[in-house]
């Protein structure tokens, strides 16, 4: 299949919107995030009960983003494998799919964690400003980001849900959800070797995840790098929705990819945005 550019995807959506009726227009971007459940194969649990739990995972990053805007979430049942659709539906909500059912919201609020920030990395109304090929060599570290905010969303929800849980009788789920986390982390392929500083594990290891981002035990192993710096300052998950802004070359160098992040993103993003890119010795000549 031909590659499906910006220009046109938006070109065919102009088309397409011609001949739609004016109910069918594409909704707006906006402040308050919406999302809506499709119903069937989720086993017992009620699409209402699974808006719930996917609202409060939202929150927990969503409510550090303050000024950006989102178009609806549409969320459907995969069989396979969680998803960030690049596609939006014929009234521009964002598709996520999930293979989660039978109100494992301890699962749900993990991949729906990760799901959202593809949603703000790739949908945020600044996002959209520029658009990233589905794939180049740098896709890795956006993967990196989305399992780190898996793991940000669940120990969140964990001290949520304790506190002040959506329904009393939730309360009881807030520590599944700081379990799955300790789990994840615990397994010991989500390890740095011993004896070996992440900076060198990292240059090792960065060829390999240039060529493919989804390599989910070294995901893993940078998540845990990048989760103290967002539970230290939760505001930077706003950055997210900066970090597909600049030029699209396919092999770009990591350093670019970096310099060119905290060049788009707002000034008071820029200490925080610093303290990350150093974990990876951004400053220094990387590979292209």
Partial sequence: MPHLT???????????????????????????????VDSGGWGKVSPKDIRTV???????????????????????????????DFIPDWRGRIRIGLNTSEGHWAQM???FGHEFCHALAQHSEIAKRGWHPVRHANLWFEECLCE??????????????QQNPPYEIWRSYAPAMAAYA?????????????????LAWFRQNEPALRADANIREKNVIIARQLLPLFESNPNGWAAACYLNLGTHTQGKPLAQHFAEWQTNSPAELHPFLARLTA??????????
């Fill in 148 to 161: 780190c905010s898996s793991l940000f969303v669940l120990r969140r929800l964990a001290v949520t849900w």
């Fill in 6 to 36: 910006r220009r046109r995807f938006l070109t065919g959506l102009a088309a397409a919107s011609i001949a739609t009726p004016p109910a069918a227009h594409a909704l707006s971007d906006s402040p308050v995030l919406e999302i809506v």
């Fill in 54 to 84: 996917l609202l409060s995972a939202a929150n927990e990053v969503w409510s550090h983003c303050p000024g950006q805007k989102l178009k609806p979430l549409r969320i459907y049942r995969r069989p396979d494998h969680p998803q960030t």
């Fill in 182 to 198: 300790a789990d994840r982390l615990a397994k010991p392929e989500h390890q740095l070797p011993a004896d070996t500083p992440f």
């Fill in 109 to 111: 609020a993990f991949q």
């Fill in 279 to 288: 974990l990876f010795g951004a400053g220094e000549s990387t590979r292209a």
